[in-house]
């Protein structure tokens, strides 16, 4: 990996995907995990409600079976699967209806980005749109001030049919939406990277409702049927929950 791409200078830094988190995360304080459509908007949904959240591989059902049962905890299923036999899923409408108190959570990008950082980032978060404003607050009392440490900021992406990363605008939205916030606080050092994240962000704030309907996942999501979900999503800033992972379940922090 060459070093230009780890944005070392930087004390905020920001990448897309698997690969560019783990660029990124050398030295960080924390890594903090963006996926607004949906999997962190159904976590904090779930940590609103006082509930627990395991991240779990999507295309891995036996394990997600066998977690669900080591802690107790519901197992979501797919969307069409859960909207037929009323049952939860990746889905935030589905989750703040049931309020589940411990919570399996599979998801293809945001649940395996948190697997994949496990154990290599000193500390794991997720954020997305609802909680952009306190999971920048708790950056900062994590790192004691807003001089004393780099954090990096990931958008998880989406898939496209062949399996490689789809660069996904919400997320980026989304991650732009934290670095905003770390600014606010008086956080400096952002990567070029990041300045384009915020920016982002930034264009989208006066209708960010109409711009997650309309961007390519939203549209989806839409068209299945799911129109709410996205609705959730564009809540900005009104969940004070951060989702921290610890020993492979995401808790707030």
């Known amino acids: 990996m060459p070093a230009a791409h780890r944005q070392g200078s930087a004390r905020i830094r920001f990448e897309q995907g698997v690969t ?7 030295d960080v ?14 976590v904090s949904v779930v940590l609103d409600g ?10 891995d059902d036996e394990r997600a079976t066998a977690l669900a049962l080591q802690h107790d905890a519901v197992l979501a299923v797919g969307r069409s699967r859960a909207r037929a036999a009323g049952g939860v899923s990746l889905s935030p409408v589905s989750l703040r209806a049931a309020s589940p108190q411990r919570l399996v959570l599979p998801s293809p990008n945001g649940s395996r980005l948190c697997a994949e950082l496990a154990g290599r980032a000193p500390v ?21 001030g807003v001089d004393s440490a780099s954090v990096a900021v990931v958008a998880a992406g989406e898939r496209w049919p062949d399996g490689s990363l789809r660069p996904a605008v919400e997320d980026v939205w989304g991650a732009g939406a934290v670095v905003d916030r770390l600014v606010a606080l008086g956080w400096t050092g952002l990567s070029q990277e990041a300045r384009a994240a915020r920016a982002a962000s930034s264009a989208t704030q006066d209708d960010v409702g109409s711009a ?17 979900d996205v609705l959730v999503a564009a809540e900005p800033d009104t969940s004070d929950r951060v989702p921290v992972l610890r020993d492979g379940c995401l808790s707030a922090g």
């Open 29 to 42: 304080a924390a890594v903090v995990v963006v996926d607004v459509l949906s999997f962190t908007t159904a």
């Open 50 to 59: 006082g509930g627990r959240v395991w991240p779990c591989p999507w295309d």
């Open 124 to 144: 794991v978060v997720a954020a997305c749109l609802r909680n952009a404003a306190a999971v920048a607050r708790w950056l900062t009392d994590l790192a004691g």
């Open 20 to 26: 560019g988190a783990l660029a990124i995360a050398e």
């Open 212 to 228: 997650l309907l309309e961007c390519s996942s939203g549209a989806e999501l839409v068209a299945a049927g799911h129109r709410g």
